[in-house]
Nanobody, 115 residues
Framework: QVQFVESGGGLVQAGGSLRLSCAASGSTFSIKTMGWYRQAPGKQRELVARISSGGTTTYANSVKGRFTISRDDAKSTVYLQMNSLKFEDTAVYFC?????????WGQGTQVTVSS
């Protein structure tokens, strides 16, 4: 059974940076395309970035140039470096496979950006 545990969120001022981590259990991590998602209050969950097993990355237009997704398969961990944070980046951030599996959602990590 696969389980994802997100960490690294917090309160940061606009313009600041945070680095999120997602630790995965399960022996098939290295063959999965992984994604970071976020859900703001009153909004649907959306894909922020994804990274293939080969390292190909894709970003939502709203975060291009500011966020960087990376992975360390030896540690079964995927990261999200977030720079130049904006108030509208405030959300709970989750990781999951791409496409996401309903049974893989974790608790997420809260990111709050103060303006």
């Amino acid at each position: 059974q696969v389980q994802f545990v997100e960490s690294g969120g917090g309160l940061v001022q606009a313009g600041g940076s945070l680095r999120l981590s997602c630790a995965a259990s399960g022996s098939t991590f290295s063959i999965k395309t992984m994604g970071w998602y976020r859900q703001a209050p009153g909004k649907q969950r959306e894909l922020v970035a994804r990274i293939s097993s080969g390292g190909t990355t894709t970003y939502a237009n709203s975060v291009k140039g500011r966020f960087t997704i990376s992975r360390d398969d030896a540690k079964s961990t995927v990261y999200l470096q977030m720079n130049s944070l904006k108030f509208e980046d405030t959300a709970v951030y989750f990781c999951n496979t791409w496409l996401p599996r309903p049974d893989y959602w974790g608790q997420g990590t809260q990111v709050t950006v103060s303006s």
